[in-house]
Nanobody
């Protein structure tokens, strides 16, 4: 399994970024896929995910209405469009698959078995 995140950077508050995650070694059709983040001094948290079971999409309350997750299963790639960014969104962002046999819930950061290297997002005030 390999996950390669890209698209992070430095942006001012209110700005936008689009993250990409190219996955290999598994197919998005068979696994939930999620975005997670770890802010400095904090534990990793779930940001958004897509369920492979029924296509349901979940968002953390802190990003609802601002972030949009999408996937291109033909490219085995998942995206995270982040708008109206806030300084508290500063974190390293990771994508990760969740085995649907373990849980229907895909936002828990304890469920993924594989992680990419992450991409840094820094939002300045």
């Amino acid at each position: 399994v390999q996950l390669v995140e890209s698209g992070g950077g430095l942006v001012q508050a209110g700005g936008s970024l689009r993250l990409s995650c190219a996955a290999s070694g598994f197919t998005l059709d068979d696994y939930h896929i999620g975005w997670f983040r770890r802010a400095p001094g904090k534990e990793r948290e779930g940001v958004s995910c897509i369920s492979s079971s029924d296509g349901s999409i979940y968002y953390a309350d802190s990003v609802k209405g601002r972030f949009t997750i999408s996937s291109d299963n033909a490219k085995n790639t998942v995206y995270l469009q982040m708008n109206s960014l806030k300084p508290e969104d500063t974190a390293v962002y990771y994508c990760a698959p969740v085995n649907p046999r373990r849980s229907w819930y895909c936002l828990s950061p304890i469920l993924p078995d594989y992680w990419g290297q992450g991409t840094q997002v820094t939002v300045s005030s």
